[in-house]
């Protein structure tokens, strides 16, 4: 199984049976994207929230591979009014997909339509697929119930924003590390944008002198997972 770090919050999973799951696939206005949205496939697209950073290119791919996008039920809503296969789901909610198991978690943000429409609740999201599980945070704040999150499930793979401003950044992204025990965290949502400058290194020996993994992925790096 692969795990490929496009920039920003936007990851692909490719299974060993070669099914690619998109996770916020904001790629065309993306300034530190290696790739475009033309240049990747998607059997599913999961979606975090509505905001144009993370909804991103799902339409344009949708078109191209007809993908089940999989969302909060508001989101959901939104993507099938613009006539897009979706899978409607809510917070503290999972279900079997036939490559794996999503749940969604809470998350601390907003979640408006690029048409100014309520995107329901933003979330996180939890991937269970290939016997790993793959906490990706969305956009969100600190919060403690990250704790239970990780007592609940034994987290792989967490995938966290460090760029403050409109998430965490370092400090606060560093607590939720250690609250959710990972065995591995990956920083996102960083350097996209100036507002959002931080240096993922200092996410990461902060993390090892509490010895917590981190890996500072590139972007378009693809690692095996
Ligand atoms: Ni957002
Ligand atoms: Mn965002």
């Known amino acids: ?3 490929k770090y496009f920039s920003h919050s936007a990851f692909q999973i490719t299974t060993d049976n070669g099914k ?4 916020d696939p904001f790629l065309d206005g993306n300034p ?3 790739v475009k949205s033309e240049d990747v496939n998607a059997d599913f697209i999961i979606l975090t929230h509505a905001h144009g950073d993370h909804l991103g290119d799902a339409f344009k791919i ?3 591979c007809d993908p089940l996008l999989i969302c909060v039920n508001e989101l959901a809503n ?3 009014a613009k006539g897009f296969k979706v899978h409607n789901m809510h917070i503290g909610g999972s279900y079997n997909f036939d490559f794996g198991r999503v749940k ?3 998350a601390h943000h ?3 339509t690029p048409d100014g429409e309520y995107g329901g609740e933003p979330a996180g999201v939890i991937i269970s697929v290939g016997g790993k599980n793959i ?3 969305g956009d969100t704040g600190l919060f403690y119930d990250m704790k239970l999150i990780g007592e609940m499930t034994s987290i792989d793979y967490m995938l966290l924003p460090i760029g403050d401003n409109f998430t965490m950044g370092i400090t606060d992204a560093v607590k939720a590390v250690e609250l959710a025990n990972p065995k591995l965290a990956i920083p996102m949502h960083y350097n996209t944008f100036p507002v959002i400058l931080a240096d993922p290194n200092e996410f990461k020996n902060k993390l090892e002198s509490k010895d917590k993994k981190c890996r500072v992925l590139n972007f378009g790096e693809e690692i095996e997972i």
């Open 62 to 64: 949708a078109k191209r």
């Open 1 to 3: 199984m692969k795990l």
């Open 135 to 137: 906490y990706h945070t």
């Open 104 to 106: 969604f978690t809470i």
């Open 20 to 23: 690619i799951i998109l996770i």
């Open 32 to 34: 530190t994207s290696p």
């Open 110 to 112: 907003g979640s408006k």
């Open 78 to 80: 939104y993507c099938s």
